[in-house]
């Protein structure tokens, strides 16, 4: 311990990779100060402690993703014999925002007792900002400042969503995932803005849950993941209801009578719609500006505000971390800034020479039809080892217990194999419960298992996932 600082670390920014680096440095010791503030959305919507994650992110999607199949089910409870459902009855906003928010609470409960009688934590509800390399100031809701010293400063502050900046009024038109799971009122006939993974949830569940849904997609649906699912996904969500516009943007928002007028220019033509709500999920930008960065020498990439840091995590000044979504190059997701934290904190405090693998991360898209997914898509594998050094196995099939209300569409499994030496560089699954099938396989890649040791493995029946021990078909 360095008596010269107030604290051993001070992280800025208490979501799910700031949280981490508290915990595992408290049970080590250490004196740990955090800040975490939330600033409201354009819209005034504001939430508790834990980040993006529990509060506007993964824990509400899914738990509205759920809702939307719960519906969904209806269908198979009236076709085997359960009295008194309604496969048509209307599913209640309200009911379901104050449930989710009830859940969130809970969890917020949990990190606030946790915060504030842990031995060696001190919780600030205080923006922070770095004022030189040791010293952090901490501003509270009224503009009051005071000062803090760490000698390590670990920067965590996540990301907020985009807007447009050629749109007037975008911000106070429009809602993003930030206000959406807690809206007071049910958004009605939704445009769902943009084509990632946060885009196609929303629309699938707000589908799901009986809304008139359109999704307007400037190129191609989930960039980055593999393109003959991405478009498997799109006809899914067709069948299931939800509308694309595909290859354009909105030109205009406006607001007439407290609906929204949106235009738009396809094919040379304007075109327009009246929507209740217009949700953007146009992709997301880190939360680094007013941060001091630049003061203190933090080098960041000018155009998107993300910071740079190395395989370490170290940034610039060789004291001050970043970890999670506001640090260039990182994958976005919950569990990869909860392993860095833990990582950079085994590596300051414990000898630990491991740094974070952003290589083979399972993943899960939650479109009514789940997308699980770990390594290569078929795009990246081809351009980089050669379509004719792969061999691509692929299963379209359908659940059993679809069966029972005909529902419509199909399922589908890839998996990417290299010719040299058999091993599978890509796994690709679309179908019911794909967290859980892929989470599995998430093993048997990081493994670098063969081909021939799925083929080795007695699948379990009748299952979906044991579609994915018996491909033949090459495609
Ligand atoms: P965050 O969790 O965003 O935490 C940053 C914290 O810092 C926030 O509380 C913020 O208010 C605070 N802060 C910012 N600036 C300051 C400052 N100057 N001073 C003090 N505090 C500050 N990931 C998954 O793995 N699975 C999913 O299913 C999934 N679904 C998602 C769905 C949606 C709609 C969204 C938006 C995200 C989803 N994610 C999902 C991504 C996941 O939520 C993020 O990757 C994760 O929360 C990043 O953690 P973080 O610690 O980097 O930042
Ligand atoms: P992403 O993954 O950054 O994707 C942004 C999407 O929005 C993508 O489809 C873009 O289309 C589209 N986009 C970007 N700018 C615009 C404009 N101006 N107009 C219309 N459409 C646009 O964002 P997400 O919000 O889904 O997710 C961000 C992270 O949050 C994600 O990694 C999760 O971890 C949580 P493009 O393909 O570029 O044409």
Redesign the pocket.
């Known amino acids: 311990m360095n008596p010269q600082f107030q604290y051993d670390i001070f992280v800025i920014g208490g979501g799910s990779g700031g949280l981490t680096v508290v915990d595992e440095a408290q049970k080590l010791g250490k004196r740990v100060g955090l800040a975490d503030y939330i600033k409201p959305s354009p819209h005034g919507t504001q939430w508790g402690t834990g980040g993006?994650c529990p509060n506007v992110?993964c824990i509400p999607k899914k738990l509205m993703h759920m809702t939307a199949l719960i519906g969904e089910i209806r269908h198979e409870l009236t076709a085997t014999g359960w009295q008194g459902v309604d496969p048509h009855s209307k599913h209640n906003w309200n009911t379901l925002v104050n449930e989710v928010q009830r859940q969130v609470k809970g969890i917020n409960k949990g990190n606030d007792d946790w915060l504030v009688t842990t031995n060696g934590i001190t919780y600030y509800n205080k923006l922070g900002k770095l004022k030189d390399d040791h010293t952090i100031e901490l501003i509270d809701k009224d503009g009051q400042s005071e000062f803090v010293t760490a000698e390590y400063i670990v920067i965590a502050v996540g990301?907020r969503?985009?807007f447009?900046t050629?749109i007037p009024n975008v911000k106070q038109l429009t809602i993003t995932?930030d206000d959406l799971f807690s809206l007071k009122n049910a958004p009605g006939k939704t445009l769902v803005?943009?084509?990632?993974?946060?885009?196609?949830?929303c629309a699938g569940f707000l589908t799901g849950l009986g809304y008139d849904v359109t999704v307007?997609?400037?190129?191609?649906?989930?960039?980055?993941f593999d393109q003959e699912i991405a478009e498997r996904i799109g006809e899914f969500m067709k069948i299931s209801g939800t509308k694309f516009i595909r290859g354009t943007?909105?030109s205009s928002i406006e607001d007439v009578d407290g609906k929204r007028l949106v235009k738009w220019v396809l094919n040379g033509q304007e075109q327009t719609d009246v929507f209740d709500t217009v949700l953007?999920?146009?992709?997301?930008s880190a939360d680094t500006q007013n941060l001091g960065l630049e003061q203190v020498g933090v080098e960041t990439n000018k155009e998107s505000g993300k910071i740079i840091a190395n395989d370490a995590d170290s940034t610039s000044v060789s004291n001050i971390f970043a970890i999670g979504?506001c640090v260039q190059g990182r994958?976005?997701?919950?569990p990869t800034a909860i392993m860095c934290g833990k990582r950079l904190i085994k590596r300051l405090y414990q000898n630990g020479n491991q740094i974070m693998e952003y290589s083979d991360v399972s993943t899960t898209v939650f479109t009514p039809l789940e997308y699980g997914c770990v390594g290569y898509s078929e795009e990246a594998a081809t351009k980089k080892f050669g379509k004719e050094n792969l061999k691509i196995f692929t299963s379209e099939f359908t659940p059993l217990f679809w069966n029972f209300a005909n529902r419509k569409g199909t399922c589908y499994s890839k998996l990417i194999v290299k010719k040299e030496d058999d091993v599978v560089i890509g796994f690709h699954y679309l179908g019911p419960d794909a967290a859980e099938v892929t989470q599995g396989f998430g093993v048997v890649i990081k493994l670098k298992a063969k081909k021939s040791d799925l083929d080795n493995v007695v699948g379990i029946h009748p299952s979906v996932a044991e579609e994915l021990v018996q491909m033949q078909t090459w495609k």
């Open positions: 993006t992110g990301s969503p985009s447009p050629d995932s803005v943009g084509a990632s993974y946060v885009a196609l949830e307007m997609v400037r190129s191609i649906l989930l960039r980055g943007i909105p953007l999920a146009i992709g997301r979504d994958l976005e997701l919950t």
